[in-house]
């Protein structure tokens, strides 16, 4: 089977978030399981394809997976990927159409004729579109379906009616772009992908709901025939304790002594008070109210008088003001960041004691992933692919692998959180076991991709 991923963003060549994760590891765990791969982005500004023309680049991952990055230097050779600071572009609509269709043009150009096109999140969402245009009279695509995965039901690519006119579609697709007098790209693509999917199961039932449903609930109950939840997974060739090369000290299940070691260095290195029995927080993800950071901006006065936090991220300006002036009042307590470091990032998963995830709500998540390698406990909010993935130890002590709370708010979070310290600094042999517990789940590519391949399967499939 001949597959092609559609992302805006593919580790380890453009990254803000965990589609890029994603994107970067499944195709990799679809050529272990005997798919031919390729996947599309954009060339953005410092990515270096090892070959490249006008229209353009291509660099290989895995054993043998072509990355052909869609150049027009106009909208991509920018500092950010989709906003600046202050704001989202304001062509992001031209930008992303662009990528759409001129994707489906190389294909054709690099003779790839696959039968799963593999959209992901709004910014490929039109690729549906325009090759349903293509298809009445383009016998390349005749055999081709789309799946589109939403990885965050948040982000729409909403835009002004009357920018249509720059889509290249014919003027009857504007009443499947159109919803609340806007186009919406998200929107569009629900309609006209053959299947869609979500990263978790959990998320797929939320999102028809209309608390998370993010204004699309009905379009997705009416497509709800088709729309169902894989859970993602990590790389563990990247999020690997005992080799990875950005932590202090490697170590595993069997060496947790090492994790203090890694502990220690990190507080010496960042300022904070060096003692392992001093309970470590980290946060590692988007500045964002998605990510719950509203309470715990809230809930963060009292935790750093009990305990230390280090934050690593970028995103909203008031979060940066907010966290910025809390770390100047709790210098010795509060390690702050306002940027995106893949070391540091390590460093975290590996240093801290526990990990914060107060999510409003979170479509999979892969920071509990990757915290339960490093034998990191997660404390989370029961929302999304986290209530999938994390039993709250207080509930179920034989299989519990972190500290659950449910109703959104600060003092919930401070609630779970002291209740980790609480087994933390009274029963540390419990809180080895957990350690030692979560350090051996897995949750790697192979299963994933496994379970992708067979929706390619059903996806295929004569009705």
Known sequence: MKVVIFSSEVFPFAKTGGLADVTGA????????????????????????????????VSKIGKNIEVIFIRNDNYYLRDYLYNTPSGDYPDNLE????????????????????????????QTALIPLYLEVLKNNEPFFRNSKTLLTIHNLAYQGIFPLDKFKLLNLPQ?????????????????????????????????????????????????????????????????NVWEPSKDNYIYFKY????????????????????LKVDKEVFLLGVVCRLAEQKGIDILSEALPELLSNYQVVILGTGEERYHQK???????FPQNFSLHLKFDESLAHKIYASVDAFLIPSRFEPCGLSQM????????????????????????????EKGCGFVFYEYGASSLIEATDKAFKLFSQDRKSWENIQKRISRLDFSWSKTARDYLNLYNSIVAPD
């Open 172 to 236: 009857d697709y504007q009443e499947v772009l159109e919803i609340y007098s806007q186009l919406n790209f998200l929107k569009a693509g629900i309609v006209k992908a053959n299947w869609i999917n979500t990263v978790s199961p959990t998320y797929s039932q939320e999102i028809q709901t209309r608390e998370y449903g993010c204004g699309l609930e009905d379009v997705l109950r009416e497509n709800s025939f088709k729309l169902s939840g894989i859970l993602n997974a990590i790389d563990y």
């Open 95 to 122: 930008r992303f159409s662009f990528f759409c269709r001129k994707s489906l043009e190389v294909l054709k150009k690099v003779e790839f004729q696959p039968q799963i096109l593999h959209c992901n999140d709004w």
């Open 323 to 329: 966290l910025s002036s809390l770390a100047e009042n």
């Open 370 to 397: 990757i915290s339960f390698r490093y034998a990191t406990i997660p404390i989370v909010r029961a929302i999304g692919g986290l209530k999938d993935t994390v039993i709250d130890y207080s509930q179920d002590k």
């Open 26 to 57: 499944l195709p990799l765990g679809l050529e272990e399981a005997g798919l031919e791969v390729k996947v599309f982005m954009p060339l953005y500004k410092n990515i270096k394809p090892e070959v490249v023309n006008e229209e353009f680049g």
């Open 252 to 271: 595993g299940p069997e060496s947790l002594e090492k994790k203090i070691e890694n502990k220690l260095s990190f507080q010496k290195d960042f300022s």
